[in-house]
């Protein structure tokens, strides 16, 4: 907004979206409106008669008001630039990988903040944007890179089966939104590891975690007319955190019985969860949830940080799914007092039965940890590997807490280093590379084995 007489007027030089106004024609390519900037901005700044906006779609200008700059008469201004080209500012949610069906390699598809998902195909030198709006969590078929599952927003899912194509007479995308009364804004969904659909075998079963979990038995052999047919998308109930709706899955993970891997009834699930009022401040707290032992139980948090339980796996090594890791986010000192404070992000959970249920023995793994958020969570052979607001770490996921030790992955103070910047989502590919979805710097890769 401007104003050019002290605040008793303002103009609106960059309207949100351009759909609601008389000059919106959606028959032209350009919309028919002046060029506005994104919608959500973050920044502005003044200098040598420029205005200057940062915002999620990048970087835009126009000459500062009121000597040459230019609105029309809504007070719009038609004289924005955009200089995103070439910034590699897109602030990622997830990262998800297949093999590319034109055979020239993998397809890398992503999650972004308010820009849809985005695809790069294998071998191409741009990427394209097969899903619009937000763009939250994502998954895609490891056997083919053109099956991507899409998150808009609250577990409002899209489906697309050939990487999003279409010539504009019918959609290359549908619906299969989870029916959860109350998921969190970007909420997570899986694959259920070593699973088998129950339609062809051909890719792995589906959990999501909203207010309650959820399974999805079809996952990418699912089809339009099924989704037409069925309010519920194929979507089931598994487990519901709580009545109230308060509660939300925050971190999910799930594993396949391997004798009877399109059986969901013997899954093995976990998911770490927060509440209450949208998991803000006021009245926080916080769980994991897990059937692991044949019933749904809440594990003992006693001892554990007050805060944010971002991601939470299954040890695939552990064919008992008895080992968990915990990872949380939120910073410690001086913005944290009681249950919460003190320097601790990691941890690693045992899992055993007893007369009465499950009980757990948590063992902390943040020595030597910076006091930064954790976001993510990958066991991958003998590493455990973290992301965090300053990128990834990675130790020895058999040390203990007196011998653990944490290095950097992918930064030695080189032109390829790993931005130290916010790593939202880790993915170990088939294609033997870990990826790294990051929340400003775009997506970044190295070969899993190097990872040392």
Same mark, same amino acid.
């Given at each position: 907004y401007e104003?050019?007489?002290?605040?008793?007027?303002w103009?609106?030089?960059?309207?949100?979206?351009?759909f609601?106004f008389?000059?919106? /024609? &959606?028959?032209?390519? /350009?919309?028919?409106?002046? &060029?506005?900037?994104?919608?959500?901005q973050h920044s502005v700044?003044? &200098?040598?008669g420029t205005?200057?906006?940062?915002n999620?779609g990048?970087?835009?200008?126009r000459?500062?008001a009121?000597s040459?700059?230019?609105?029309d &008469?809504?007070?719009?201004a038609?004289?924005?630039?955009?200089h995103g080209?070439?910034?590699?500012?897109?602030?990622?949610?997830?990262?998800?990988?297949?093999r590319?069906?034109?055979?020239?390699?993998t397809?890398?598809?992503?999650?972004?903040?308010?820009?849809?998902?985005?695809?790069?195909?294998?071998?191409?030198r741009k990427?394209?944007?097969?899903?619009g709006g937000?763009?939250?969590? #994502?998954i895609?078929?490891?056997r083919?890179?053109?099956?991507?599952?899409?998150e808009?927003?609250?577990?409002?899912?899209?489906?697309?089966k050939?990487?999003?194509?279409?010539d504009?007479?019918?959609?290359a $995308?549908?619906? $299969?939104?989870?029916p959860d009364r109350?998921?969190?804004?970007?909420a997570p969904?899986?694959?259920?590891?070593?699973?088998k659909? #129950?339609?062809d075998?051909?890719?792995?079963?589906?959990?999501?975690?909203?207010?309650?979990?959820?399974?999805?038995?079809?996952?990418?052999a699912?089809t339009?007319?099924q989704a037409?047919a069925?309010p519920?998308?194929?979507?089931?109930?598994?487990?519901t955190?709580?009545?109230?709706g308060?509660r939300?899955?925050?971190?999910l993970?799930a594993?396949?019985?391997?004798n009877a891997?399109?059986d969901?009834?013997?899954?093995?699930? $976990?998911?770490?969860?927060?509440?209450?009022?949208?998991?803000n401040?006021?009245?926080?707290?916080?769980g994991?949830?897990t059937?692991?032992g044949?019933a749904?139980?809440e594990?003992?948090?006693?001892g554990l940080?007050?805060?944010y339980p971002n991601?939470v796996?299954?040890d695939?090594?552990?064919?008992?799914?008895?080992?968990?890791y915990?990872?949380f986010n939120?910073?410690?000192?001086?913005f944290i007092?009681?249950?919460g404070?003190g320097?601790?992000?990691?941890y690693r959970?045992k899992l055993?039965?007893?007369p009465?249920?499950?009980?757990?023995?948590?063992?902390?793994?943040?020595?030597?940890?910076?006091?930064v958020?954790?976001?993510?969570?990958?066991?991958?052979g003998?590493?455990?590997i973290?992301g965090?607001?300053?990128?990834?770490?990675?130790?020895?996921?058999?040390?203990t807490?007196q011998? #653990?030790?944490?290095r950097?992955?992918?930064?030695?103070?080189?032109?390829?280093?790993?931005?130290?910047?916010?790593?939202y /989502?880790?993915?170990a590919?088939?294609d033997?590379?870990?990826y790294?979805?990051?929340?400003?710097?775009? $997506?970044?890769?190295?070969p899993?084995?190097?990872i040392?």
């Amino acid at each position: 907004y401007e104003t050019e007489d002290g605040g008793a007027t303002w103009k609106t030089i960059g309207p949100y979206w351009n759909f609601p106004f008389p000059c919106y /024609d &959606a028959t032209k390519p /350009d919309g028919g409106c002046p &060029a506005t900037t994104h919608p959500d901005q973050h920044s502005v700044s003044i &200098a040598n008669g420029t205005l200057w906006v940062g915002n999620d779609g990048g970087v835009y200008s126009r000459p500062s008001a009121p000597s040459a700059s230019k609105e029309d &008469a809504s007070g719009h201004a038609t004289d924005w630039a955009n200089h995103g080209d070439g910034l590699r500012t897109l602030q990622y949610y997830s990262v998800g990988t297949g093999r590319d069906p034109n055979g020239r390699g993998t397809a890398v598809a992503g999650g972004l903040q308010d820009n849809g998902g985005s695809l790069l195909r294998a071998g191409a030198r741009k990427q394209v944007s097969p899903f619009g709006g937000d763009g939250g969590d #994502i998954i895609v078929n490891p056997r083919n890179g053109c099956e991507i599952l899409d998150e808009y927003v609250f577990l409002a899912l899209w489906l697309t089966k050939n990487c999003g194509r279409s010539d504009g007479s019918t959609s290359a $995308i549908f619906d $299969i939104t989870v029916p959860d009364r109350n998921a969190r804004f970007t909420a997570p969904f899986r694959v259920v590891r070593g699973s088998k659909n #129950i339609t062809d075998g051909s890719s792995e079963r589906w959990v999501a975690g909203g207010n309650s979990v959820w399974q999805h038995d079809y996952a990418f052999a699912y089809t339009p007319a099924q989704a037409a047919a069925d309010p519920a998308k194929g979507w089931i109930n598994a487990y519901t955190l709580d009545q109230s709706g308060a509660r939300l899955v925050v971190g999910l993970d799930a594993v396949a019985d391997p004798n009877a891997p399109a059986d969901k009834a013997k899954d093995t699930v $976990i998911a770490s969860w927060c509440g209450e009022a949208n998991c803000n401040s006021t009245g926080f707290t916080r769980g994991v949830a897990t059937n692991w032992g044949g019933a749904w139980t809440e594990l003992d948090m006693t001892g554990l940080p007050n805060r944010y339980p971002n991601a939470v796996t299954f040890d695939p090594s552990d064919r008992t799914n008895s080992t968990v890791y915990l990872v949380f986010n939120g910073f410690n000192r001086r913005f944290i007092e009681g249950p919460g404070a003190g320097v601790k992000h990691v941890y690693r959970g045992k899992l055993t039965k007893t007369p009465t249920g499950v009980a757990v023995a948590w063992e902390d793994l943040s020595v030597g940890f910076p006091d930064v958020p954790a976001t993510d969570v990958v066991v991958f052979g003998t590493k455990l590997i973290v992301g965090t607001d300053l990128g990834v770490l990675v130790a020895d996921k058999n040390a203990t807490s007196q011998t #653990i030790r944490w290095r950097k992955v992918g930064f030695s103070h080189g032109i390829l280093d790993l931005p130290l910047t916010s790593v939202y /989502d880790l993915h170990a590919s088939t294609d033997g590379n870990l990826y790294a979805a990051t929340h400003g710097r775009g $997506i970044w890769k190295t070969p899993l084995a190097l990872i040392r």
